[in-house]
């Protein structure tokens, strides 16, 4: 897909209240906004591919994005789901190399795109842009250790109640949380099939550790939820 020049004022006013760039001066923001560049993508469109020449990195406007690894056999891994104000594919902008996983739009989604060329130019002149990526960068990569931790050490139960948690304590610890994805994409996220997840989630109600409205769950008893993610207790 060629990438089109945006020419709307608000790129700058998205721009600047991300987290990777909301400290950066008014002169920087213009900057970016100068040299990033809109792509539109429909639900199910590629973005880019593991293995592909990683020439700049995304910063997500509207949609969602998935980003997920494939196995030989063709088993799909969701390593992350990226929301408004998230980069992605920001790791190979320091090393030049490939990307490392694949991205598809979840729903119809605007990136801003920026050339890593352009970028690193920027970096230079003001080192802060830097920090910030590590900032993001260093959070990214607690929450791929956690991921691993989950899919080889832990059970079913505990991915989940780990997973409940961390969105509660990612939205200030909100006791009602919103599933940010569809019950089969958390299923495969948390490395099961769908039939075993709404089991498991049938048994927490069943328990009151959990209230269940749609895409709205209610952390009933939160306590109850960190015992069974750290495996002092079970949903048997």
Known sequence: ?????????????????TLL?????????????NIGVINSFKRGETIFSEGDN??????????????????????????????????????PVFTGKTFPAHAEAMEESDTIFFPRGSFVDLIRSDPSIALNMLAILSKRLKQFI?????????????????????????????DSIELDVAKGQLA??????????SRILSKMVDRNLIRVQGRTIHLVDKNGLKTISTGERTLN
């Open 1 to 17: 897909m060629n990438p089109k020049k945006d020419s709307n004022r608000t790129s700058s006013d998205f721009i600047k209240e």
């Open 21 to 33: 760039f909301k400290d950066l001066p008014e002169e920087q923001i213009e900057k970016l906004s």
């Open 146 to 174: 956690g991921l691993v931790e989950n899919l080889s050490l832990k059970e079913v139960p505990q991915r989940l109640a780990s997973y409940l948690i961390f969105l509660s304590d990612n939205d200030n610890y909100n």
């Open 54 to 91: 990683a020439d700049g990195f995304y910063l997500l406007k509207t949609g969602r994005i998935k980003i997920f690894k494939l196995s030989f056999e063709g088993k799909e891994q969701t390593l992350h789901i990226i929301l408004p104000g998230e980069p992605f594919g920001e790791v």
């Open 188 to 197: 495969n996220m948390l490395g099961t099939i769908p039939e075993t997840l």
